[in-house]
Antibody, heavy 120, light 113 residues
Framework: QVQLVQSGAEVKKPGASVRVSCKAS????????MHWVRQAPGQGLEWMGM????????TYAQKFQGRVTMTRDTSTSTVYMELSSLRSEDTAVYYC?????????????WGQGTLVTVSS | DIVMTQSPDSLAVSLGERATINCKSSQSVLSSSNNKNYLTWFQQKPGQPPKVLIYWASTRESGVPDRFSGSGSGTDFTLTISSLQAEDVAVYYC?????????FGQGTKVEIK
């Protein structure tokens, strides 16, 4: 069965960077896109961007342009999301989410989420 | 960006009664090339990631109870829970995948009256 297992919770200071990983299993990793979506405490869902199946193309939400980098390692079936210049407003649960092989933006499976806390 | 607006923000429904959630997009998410509406409904329970209920506006995900149904086209969509069960208490989100950025509604919290 499809599984997306994310790395554990992180606590970071303002100005620092964080890298969250998402290890996929149960499907052909190189055939699907991966999205990242975040959710601030008690708030809704916010799309951050996506990386294509081969890893050579990314699309980022304008809000995160210049601060976010998404990469993927086919050898370990893992996708990474790095967010830099962290501020308190970046405190949120970060989710990876797989997209359908035929439609790159049709999200079908989600990771369990990773809480990132930004605090001095 | 396509803005997704849900209504109401919350609703309380008696067990066994119908719950209806609306979602309106600021522009059409209906593709003329394949006549499909690029809209998904998610359910999120506390402490859990979202779960797909409905995609293509009306296609129920495998394993989702048939009391959940989606309807609508173009810019106006509805998620209906025909007979609310205790396990349906959650926040429900609509999401468009017609164009980037992917955008979500603000969520609708469903509770038991």
């Amino acid at each position: 069965q499809v599984q997306l297992v994310q790395s554990g919770a992180e606590v970071k200071k303002p100005g620092a960077s964080v890298r969250v990983s998402c290890k996929a299993s149960g499907y052909t990793f190189s055939s699907y896109c991966m999205h990242w979506v975040r959710q601030a405490p008690g708030q809704g869902l916010e799309w951050m961007g996506m990386i294509n199946p081969s890893g050579d193309s990314t699309t980022y939400a304008q809000k995160f342009q210049g601060r976010v980098t998404m990469t993927r390692d086919t050898s370990t079936s893992t996708v990474y999301m790095e967010l830099s210049s962290l501020r308190s407003e970046d405190t949120a649960v970060y989710y990876c989410a797989r997209a359908d092989s035929g439609y790159f933006y049709l999200i079908d499976y989600w990771g369990q989420g990773t809480l990132v806390t930004v605090s001095s | 960006d396509i803005v997704m607006t849900q209504s109401p923000d919350s609703l309380a429904v008696s067990l066994g009664e119908r719950a209806t959630i609306n979602c309106k997009s600021s522009q059409s998410v209906l593709s003329s090339s394949n006549n499909k509406n690029y809209l998904t409904w998610f359910q999120q329970k506390p402490g859990q990631p979202p779960k797909v209920l409905i995609y293509w506006a009306s296609t129920r995900e495998s394993g989702v109870p048939d009391r959940f149904s989606g309807s609508g086209s173009g810019t106006d969509f509805t998620l209906t829970i025909s007979s609310l069960q205790a396990e349906d208490v959650a926040v429900y989100y609509c999401q468009q995948y017609y164009s980037t950025p992917v955008t979500f509604g603000q969520g609708t919290k469903v509770e038991i009256k």
